[in-house]
C-alpha cells in the first residue's frame, strides 16, 4: 500500500488495533479485502475493500426478500478471495429446508458477486437490495480508532458514489439496479428465478471510479516460479500451494522502476516496503527463481543511505521489539547485512553475473559500512551507537562478511581478506564472549550488555547462530558455534522450554517475561521456526529439526495450511489447536515463504550455479515420507527433484550442464 501501517514502535496503537484473527482477508496487493469470518461486510472493525491503504467500501448488507440471509460457511479460496454461502426459506414450502442459496464472493480486485440459486418448484420474484457505506479510512486510522464517521452517498451511474478531501469511491452493478436510494445508500433489484435457476448481481467497488492496477502476483510478469510438491504428506503439499498462493498476493511493484518487484510484510498491518521481512522472504524463495531477489534488491539499493556518514551504506529500517529483556532492535542492521548475503545466494541459485555486478557496488557499501561500524572494535553493536552486542546481529554480520567476501573475490574486488579476517576473530571470540556455561552445557547468551554482561535469557534469536550461509560447491559457511556448542543449542531448542510442539517458542517457557502471546516474548514466529528446521538439519541434529518440522506443519493444518507470522507458545496438548494471535498479519511472507524453505530442507538442495552443480543432502529419516517437487528453478532452469522413503534424493529435472555435486 504504498506505506508503513504497522503501529511498531507505539504500545497505545497496538492496544487498540481491531483483532485479525477472526476475520477472513483476500489480498492481491494492492488490493485488499476483509469480512467477518461469515463472509459479510457489516461496517465494523477492519471489514472492507481496500485498495492502496484506503478502505473503499465497509458495509455491503445483503436483504432477499425483506430478510438477512443465514450465514452457513465462509473460507478464503485462494490468496485474493473469499466464498461465503447463505440459505433462505423464500417459497412458503412447510418444512425446514432452505430453497435458496446465495453465493458471494468477495475479491481483493474490488469485486463482488452475488449468485442466488433456486431450489423452490415454482418460479420466484425475488427483492433483492444491498444496504452500502463507507468512511473512506485510512487503513492506518483504522487501526488506531480513528476511522470517522459513514459519508453521505450520492447517485451514480448504475450505483453509489462518496467524497471525502481528495478521496473518492465508486460502487457500479450489472444488472443496473431498479432503484438506487442515495439517502439510505441501498441499491435494490427484483430477480427472477426460475425453479433450478439461478441469477446474480455483480458490484464493482473503484477508487474514484477508475480501475484499480492489476495485481502483480497475478499477471504473466510474476518473478515466481510455479512449484509444485507431491507426496505421502499432504500437509506440505497444500503448505507450499497456499504458501506460493499468498507470496504472489503480496508482491509490489517499485513506483520508481516498475519493472523491479518485492513483497510486502504481511496483510493487513503491512501491506508496504519493510526491508528485513522483503529480504528474508526473497531469500528464502530463491528456490522459485532469482527475479523476486534481483528487485527486492535493486529497490533496496536505491533506498541506501547516502555518504559520508556513520550511516552511509544503511539500509534503512524501523526500530523492531525485542522482547522484556532487551531494548529494541534496527530492522535497518538486519537488513544491511542481508544484503549482501542475497545477492551471494542469488548468485549460487542462478543470478547473472550482468545482474550481480549491477548490484555490487552498493553491496560493498553494505560492507564498508559494516566495516566502518564495528572499526577497531570487533562486535556490532545495534542499534548503533551504543547499543547492546545481539548474538544474533553478530551472526548476521559474520554471515555478510563471510558470504560478501567470497563475492568480492569473485568479480576481483578488494576487501575479501579484510572481511574474513575480522570474521575469524569473531568466532575466536564469540564463545568466550557470549557462551553461559551451566550443566548440561550451556547456551549463548541473547545479548551482551555494553559494560561486558550477559543477558542469558533463552530466545528464539539464538536460530541465527545456525544460519551460516552457502558458499562455492553447496557447503554450508562456517558458523559462530563449534560442533559442541551447535548441539548444546540444538538440545535447548528442542527442549520442551523451547518447543511447543506447534513451533519454537520465542522465549523459554521458564524465563522471566515470558507471555505465550508475546511478539519477541514466547509466540511463535514460522520465519524463526523454518530456520531452526534448517539450521539443525544442516547440522545434523535429526530428532530436533524433526520435531519442529513436524509440529510446525500440524499447525499449518489447523491454520486451513495458511500459517499466520506468528501465534500463541501455548503448550501443544492431545487434542488442542494453536491459539491464533489477534494481532497477527495472514498472510505473512516470511511464512509464506518458510513453505519454500522448508522444502528445500527436506531435500537437501545446495547448488552453485556459477560453478554448475547442485548437491543433494535431504534429511535424514525422510521425516515426510516420500516427496517430490517440481518447477523449481536453478540457473535459469526448471529443477525437479525427489526424496524416497528411505531417505535418497534424486534429480529429476535440471538445466542442460548443470552436475550432481557430492
Not at 526491508?275 to 534481483?294: I, Q, S, V
Not at 557470549?434 to 541473547?446: E, K, L, N
Not at 534429511?619 to 525437479?640: K, Q, W
Request: overall charge neutral; charged content about 20%.
Amino acid at each position: 500500500m504504498g506505506h508503513r501501517t504497522t503501529p511498531g514502535g507505539a504500545p497505545r496503537l497496538l492496544a487498540d488495533l481491531p483483532a485479525v484473527h477472526t476475520t477472513l482477508i483476500g489480498v492481491a496487493l494492492p488490493g485488499l479485502v476483509i469480512t467477518t469470518e461469515e463472509g459479510r461486510l457489516t461496517g465494523h472493525g477492519l471489514e472492507g475493500f481496500y485498495q492502496a491503504g484506503t478502505r473503499l467500501l465497509s458495509r455491503c448488507r445483503l436483504r432477499v426478500a425483506g430478510r438477512e440471509p443465514l450465514a452457513v460457511q465462509a473460507r478464503t479460496i485462494g490468496a485474493d478471495r473469499v466464498r461465503s454461502v447463505e440459505t433462505l426459506r423464500a417459497s412458503g414450502q412447510s418444512g425446514p429446508d432452505p430453497d435458496i442459496l446465495i453465493e458471494r464472493i468477495h475479491s481483493a480486485d474490488g469485486t463482488e458477486r452475488i449468485t442466488l440459486h433456486s431450489a423452490a418448484p415454482h418460479p420466484l420474484r425475488l427483492p433483492v437490495e444491498v444496504a452500502l457505506g463507507t468512511d473512506l479510512a485510512d487503513l492506518a486510522a483504522i487501526a488506531s480508532g480513528d476511522a470517522g464517521p459513514e459519508l453521505p452517498a450520492h447517485v451514480h451511474t448504475c450505483g453509489l458514489r462518496w467524497s471525502g478531501g481528495p478521496r473518492s469511491a465508486t460502487v457500479t452493478a450489472e444488472p443496473q439496479p431498479a432503484d438506487v436510494l442515495a439517502s439510505a445508500g441501498v441499491l435494490r433489484w427484483e430477480l427472477q428465478l426460475p425453479p433450478g435457476g439461478r441469477a446474480s448481481v455483480l458490484l464493482r467497488v473503484r477508487p474514484g471510479g477508475r480501475t484499480p492496477p492489476r495485481a502483480v502476483g497475478h499477471g504473466a510478469t510474476s518473478p515466481l516460479a510455479p512449484a509444485r510438491a507431491t507426496g505421502d504428506d499432504g500437509r506440505i503439499v497444500a503448505l507450499l500451494r497456499t504458501g506460493l498462493d499468498d507470496l504472489r498476493s503480496l508482491l509490489l511493484r517499485d513506483p520508481v522502476n516498475p519493472s523491479d518487484t518485492h513483497l510486502a510484510a504481511g496483510a493487513p498491518w503491512r501491506c508496504g516496503p519493510a526491508p528485513a521481512d522483503a529480504l528474508a522472504a526473497a531469500r528464502m524463495a530463491l528456490p522459485l527463481g532469482t527475479g523476486l531477489a534481483a528487485g527486492t534488491l535493486r529497490m533496496l539499493a536505491r533506498a541506501q543511505t547516502p555518504g559520508p556518514g556513520p550511516h552511509a551504506g544503511m539500509i534503512p529500517g524501523p526500530r523492531r521489539d525485542a522482547g522484556p529483556h532487551v531494548p529494541p532492535s534496527c530492522t535497518g542492521t538486519e537488513a544491511t547485512l542481508l544484503f549482501p548475503v542475497l545477492l551471494a545466494e542469488a548468485r549460487r541459485w542462478g543470478l547473472l553475473d550482468r545482474d550481480t555486478e549491477q548490484l555490487l557496488p552498493a553491496a560493498e557499501r553494505c560492507l564498508a559500512w559494516l566495516r566502518n561500524t564495528v572499526c577497531d572494535g570487533l562486535y556490532l553493536p545495534d542499534p548503533q551507537p551504543g547499543g547492546p552486542c545481539r548474538a544474533e546481529t553478530q551472526a548476521h554480520a559474520h554471515r555478510a562478511a563471510l558470504l560478501g567476501g567470497d563475492l568480492l573475490d569473485a568479480f576481483g574486488r578488494p576487501g575479501g581478506d579484510e572481511l574474513r579476517q575480522w570474521a575469524r576473530a569473531v568466532r575466536t571470540a564469540f564463545r568466550d564472549d557470549f557462551w553461559i556455561d551451566a550443566p548440561g552445557g550451556g547456551r549463548p547468551a541473547a545479548v551482551r550488555a555494553s559494560d561486558g554482561r550477559p543477558v542469558p535469557h533463552a530466545g528464539a534469536a539464538a536460530v541465527h547462530l545456525l544460519d551460516t550461509g552457502l558458499l562455492a560447491r553447496g557447503e554450508p559457511a562456517p558458523g559462530l558455534l563449534d560442533r559442541a556448542d551447535t548441539g548444546h543449542l540444538a538440545r535447548l531448542l528442542g527442549g520442551p522450554g523451547m518447543d511447543s510442539g506447534w513451533g519454537l517458542r520465542g522465549l523459554a517457557v521458564r524465563d522471566p517475561g515470558y507471555n505465550p502471546f508475546g511478539h519477541r516474548s514466547g509466540a511463535v514466529r514460522v520465519h524463526e521456526t523454518a530456520l531452526a528446521v534448517a539450521g539443525l538439519a544442516a547440522a545434523g541434529h535429526k530428532a530436533e529439526a524433526t520435531s519442529l518440522l513436524r509440529g510446525l506443519l500440524a499447525a499449518a493444518a489447523a491454520f486451513g495450511h495458511r500459517l499466520p507470522e506468528m501465534y500463541a507458545g501455548e503448550q501443544r496438548t492431545e487434542g488442542s489447536a494453536p491459539l491464533p494471535h489477534p494481532a497477527a498479519c495472514r498472510p505473512a511472507a516470511t511464512a509464506a515463504a518458510s513453505a519454500v524453505l522448508l522444502l528445500t530442507t527436506v531435500a537437501g538442495i545446495r547448488p552453485d550455479a556459477p560453478a554448475g552443480t547442485v548437491s543433494l543432502h535431504p534429511m535424514a529419516g525422510a521425516p515426510l515420507g516420500e516427496v517430490a517437487v517440481t518447477g523449481l528453478s536453478i540457473a535459469g532452469a526448471p529443477f525437479s527433484v525427489r526424496v524416497g522413503r528411505l531417505g535418497v534424493a534424486v534429480v529429476e529435472e535440471a538445466a542442460d550442464g548443470l552436475q550432481l555435486g557430492v
